[in-house]
């Protein structure tokens, strides 16, 4: 089978040749990946490990983003973010500054510089989908092909704000949602129509799990977020693409919600985090949702060996392969203390394995 059929009969819920390949990592690992195995460029990788998955977005063409030095960085949102080192393997992006944490007015929110759809260039997407045409493909994981709500306000908000305006400035978080989702749609449209029913995937990527409970009470996603969610998967919907929804952590009560609002694939089911056993979930929701990744990132893939590794992915497939609906990848993307052989075995594994 080629790797777009074998995706989407997946996501259909029927058994295909072998179960399908996702594939997430930081820079870092996939420099060491290359080398490793002595490989060009990326689309090298996805092909020596089998990845059914393409990725494709705009190209950003506005105000240029890069800080005072290499270590400073802006986002499209206009939040500065400075590069924290944990070793010399290692590091993370922090935020600077919180730009709207001292706003609390609706109406002040027009003063501020929010992005513009003439930022963004969409000119090459139908000829990447063409060069990637024989494999599923999904909106890129950035800030704009796989957009957020909660995680874009966070940014501009703060933690802490976030969640007290929630409760005791609704009308000032509800404005502020309406003014991101307000671009999220114009981009959304404009990128699909561009790619003329070519994406299979549209991405959203944000984050309402931690590890033992939700980041927000169900409750309060429900007023606050999911309205947002349904006009952006509605509107992917209409342009012909399946609604694909990253988020990690405890997600288990609002399962239902995201299936009553349309979404196809739940990725990545964080499945330490409480209440995603896979069994359960392919039991109570199998039949609804088709799943993406389920191998796990914080101490599988770290510590085990790849024996380990090897047991363990067999295990997650006996679960939640059978009857189809599921996409075998990483509980989070591949971190540098993952070893090379680890990542190979995970692959080599899920490829052998059969229904």
Not at 6 to 13: K, N
Not at 23 to 46: A, G, H, M, Q, S
Not at 158 to 185: C, H, Q, S, Y
Request: proline share 5%; aromatic share 12%.
């Amino acid at each position: 089978m080629k790797p777009r059929e074998r995706v989407i009969d997946s996501l259909l819920h029927k058994e295909t040749d072998r179960v399908p390949l996702f594939y997430r990592d930081i820079p870092e690992v996939e420099k060491r990946l290359l080398n490793d195995l002595n490989l060009k460029n990326r689309d090298e990788l996805l092909n020596y490990l089998e990845i059914d998955f393409r990725w494709v977005g705009p190209k950003y063409a506005g105000p240029p983003l890069e800080g005072k030095d290499e270590e400073h960085k802006y986002d499209i949102w206009g939040v500065e973010y400075r590069y924290k080192k944990i070793d010399n393997a290692l590091g993370y992006w922090e935020v600077v500054k919180n730009n709207l944490l001292n706003v609390e007015k609706p109406e002040d929110l027009q003063d501020y510089t929010w992005p513009k759809l003439e930022w963004f260039d969409f000119s090459q997407l139908k000829d990447d989908i063409r060069k990637y045409k024989d494999f599923a493909i999904m909106t890129y994981p950035d800030d704009y092909s796989s957009p957020g709500i909660l995680s874009t306000i966070q940014s501009l908000l703060g933690l802490e704000k976030t969640f007290a305006d929630m409760l005791i400035n609704p009308e000032f978080f509800d404005a502020l949602v309406k003014k991101i989702l307000d671009f999220r749609l114009s981009f959304i449209d404009k990128m699909l129509s561009e790619a003329g029913g070519g994406i299979d995937f549209f991405r959203i990527g944000d984050d309402y799990g931690g590890q033992n409970n939700m980041l927000l009470s169900p409750e309060l996603w429900r007023k606050r977020i999911k309205p947002a969610l349904k006009k952006m998967a509605d509107l992917a919907k209409r342009h012909g693409a399946y609604y694909y929804h990253h988020s990690c952590g405890s997600v288990r009560p609002i399962i239902p919600d995201f299936i009553e609002i349309g979404l196809d694939v739940l990725d990545p089911i964080q499945v330490t985090a409480k209440g995603m056993n896979p069994a359960e979930l392919k039991k109570e929701f199998g039949s609804s949702l088709c799943f993406s990744g389920g191998v796990d990132e914080q101490h599988l893939l770290r510590v085990g060996s790849a024996d380990d590794v090897r047991k363990g992915v067999k295990v997650l497939l006996d679960i939640m392969a059978p009857g189809g609906g599921f996409f075998i990848g990483s509980t989070h993307n591949f971190q540098t203390d993952i070893p090379t052989q680890n990542i190979l075995a995970m692959y080599k594994t899920a490829r052998e394995w059969a229904y």
